[in-house]
């Protein structure tokens, strides 16, 4: 959940300015909200001020109010705002401002323990008795702004959209023979070429412990064959990717990214060329949950980048019958298809990290994808200036997709951490890194002639000429924007890397950004 | 002690769909000529077209082109082929 708010947040019914409040969403038929809203009635009047934020309409509003005898302020959310604005991925959902109106603090589902440091924090006394009957911990249910199919009651004013189930039955018990091996069983009916670890129900339940969400709940619907992937499905295959119970908090934004249109998993899992989904980690949960962002950041360094690349793949292949031997059509395939995960290097990177060029603030944790080919390398030890590296950065940026296709692609760049300290120490920003690899890559004139009838050539009129050095170039990218560009890997070894695009734009695939929600 | 896994794929069984009669004859058909969108699926479907109209007398060709190779056929070109007797899809490359 974004835990700072884009300038164009919208205003909040009621709201205070100067004084901490309590921001609180819910819907009217989750069990878990009915369960805990009544709590934050004794916080009402404390140093902070509690509003409701209903996603539901007018009327479940009403009939939610009173039947639960809330105390507080309750205003119906709509148009679901407030709730894209502060994006929970499930609720109830808690958001503690502080007075300058700034997140501070978030909660999901129903959580004594965090209710009653949540009450300390405001100089309350705790408000949530373990000894009430009440469970001290359950899950939500996910927020109305994630399921656009409402069934006509949200208060999303949209309108209905196409009527599907959000909710699926559990996923189905298999018990083995006594002679039956789990390993060798799930090799053979669940795995990716490799051995995975069981998911027995033992350990898919802790997994589902560790996760905000009831284990029947659709987050996504996985393409190409669009099986529904429940909370517990997508635990099941966190557990055999060899997954902590803790990456369900990466993993739930990551199947809900890998099935956002934009992104085109449909295409991306069906197609001829190399893409595979690239995954790439910023912000605090780099260092929670261990992902690994130096030397060796694309191979097997860490159990957080390995298990979640895996548990994505498994995903796809199990829920989304995107198998290799099947609707996978890839001529060659990508390695990334076992694990495809990396950290940005941030520490190293002088420029702001990635998920803030794409929207996010610094202190909030992001994952981003893109159907990306296998990185190409770039050696460049001897280069003394940003200039020199940057022009052999561009070299390799010309060759992706086919080295005469201009205009048709996107590329990640990766820059290890020697390279940037050249580029930096010399004035670059970021944007005027991006603005010197456009301008400076391209395909020369003379390698289009004479006309061979090869890939690019015939796309030649669509082409923009410029010069570059002196020659006559075809410009390689459509604009800045295609490069996109972060900081990975070891403070040794003068290496960086670009990775190519599969088709790109509306009509292909789009990188996606999305929040990883704080502990 | 049996091992209770819970099962990680989709459960959905896919429905086999059975395929039309093959058609004895393509003289006086309606036939439709999908486009996936392709660079170099025109020549091909060109071809075909041709084909179509002077060897096996189809009676009309439909031309119906997808916006994107890389996506689903959105229900508006799917219902362009409606009332064909047989359509042929065309990869290309």
Known sequence: MKMSLPQEAPAIPGYQPGKKALLVFFETDCPTCQLALPYLNALDGSRAQVIGLSQDDEARTQD???QLAIAYSVVVDRGLQLSRAYDPQSVPAVFLLDEQGQAVKSLVGFDKNGLNELAVGLGHAPIAPADDGAPAWKPGCGSRHLEPHDEGTSADDGGPGPLLRRIAQPAQRITLGEDEDPVEFCYRRFGDALPVVPPTAEKVAAMLQACSLSPDNIVARVPPCYGEATVEKIAANAVMAGCRPEMMRVLLPLVRAVCDERFNAHGVQATTHFAAPLIMINGPVRGELGFWSRQNVFSNVARANSTLGRALQLILLNIGGGRPDGIDMSALGNSGKFSFCIAENEEENPWEPLHVDRGMSRQQSALSLFAAEPPRGISEHTAQRAETVLRAVCHAL??????????????????????????????????????FLFENTGVPVRHYKPADGGEGTQLVSQYREVTIQGERCYQKFSSPEAIHLLVAGGTAGKFSAVLGSWAIGPTGSQMVTYSIPDR | MPVTLVHPGTENVPQAATPPPRLPSLAGKKVGLLDISKPGGSFFLDRLEQLLRTRYQAAEVVRVKKPTYTKNAPPAVVEQLRGMDAVIEALAD
């Open chain 1, 398 to 435: 010309a060759t992706v997709w086919s080295y005469r296709m201009c205009g048709k692609a996107e590329a990640v760049v990766i820059l290890c951490p020697e390279h940037v300290k050249t580029i930096h120490r010399d004035g670059f920003s970021k944007s005027q890194v991006r603005q």
């Open chain 1, 64 to 66: 939610f109010v009173r």
